[in-house]
């Protein structure tokens, strides 16, 4: 199985600041990596897919990098609405997810 | 207009089977696949197994290989999630959701989730 390790686990921001969240899986995974956002009591929504394209109607604050093992989401200039649970998903063999990143406000 | 809408929630003993239904609508069944993802409370997500609505192959997470079974009903476009065996840290939410042909598999679309609760 391969494993999907994100960090941080948590991280305080304010609005307007930038922030990484990162993505590492245990073997390669070529570009075969998703982005979710989860707020909660409701369904992770898509924010990324193929580990850079953008999902329709996703703001183009959120952009994301990488490929093979390491990977990258960024958000560009924090808004309140940005303050949520992200995960990553690897699809490339069968499907599994890293363990989520808690967004707060600092 | 398209989505995914599951089936209410469930309280189940220990040892008891829970089956989880997810109907698809305004797109094309059979056209794409359904996965079914947990989280326990406070949980993260969980990966557990895809069905394929064009031909019925299965994949499971090795964690669910013999406790879970997806079926589809192409007549209903609905997809079905058993589970059996249940146990108290079977408690989660269950979603459906849609690997997208366009995102080469990523899930674009996800049912509203189904509370299933394991006690005695």
């Known amino acids: 199985d391969i494993q999907m390790t994100q960090s941080p686990s948590t991280l305080s921001a304010s609005v307007g600041d930038r922030v990484t969240i990162t993505c590492r899986a245990s073997q390669s995974i070529s570009s075969w990596l998703a982005w979710y956002q989860q707020k909660p009591g409701k369904a992770p929504k898509l924010l990324i897919y193929t580990a850079s394209s953008l999902e329709s109607g996703v703001p183009s604050r959120f952009s994301g990098s990488g490929s093979g093992t390491e990977f990258t989401l960024t958000i560009s200039s924090l808004q309140p609405d940005d303050f949520a649970t992200y995960y990553c998903?690897?699809?490339?063999?069968?499907?599994?997810f890293g363990q989520g990143t808690k967004l707060e406000i600092k | 207009q398209v989505q995914l809408v599951q089936s209410g929630a469930e309280v189940k003993k220990p040892g008891a089977s829970v089956k989880v239904s997810c109907k698809a609508s305004g797109y094309t069944f059979t056209t794409y696949a359904i996965s079914w993802v947990r989280q326990a409370p406070g949980q993260g997500l969980e990966w557990m197994a895809w069905?394929?609505?064009?031909?019925?192959?299965?994949k499971y997470a090795q964690k669910f290989q013999g406790r879970v079974t997806m079926t589809t009903d192409t007549s209903t476009s609905t997809a079905y999630m058993e589970l059996g065996s249940l146990r108290s840290d079977d408690t989660a939410v269950y979603y459906c959701a849609r690997p997208g042909g366009y995102s080469g598999g990523a899930f674009d679309l996800w049912g509203q989730g189904t509370l299933v609760t394991v006690s005695s």
């Open positions: 069905i394929s609505a064009y031909n019925g192959d299965t």
């Open positions: 998903q690897q699809y490339h063999s069968y499907s599994s």
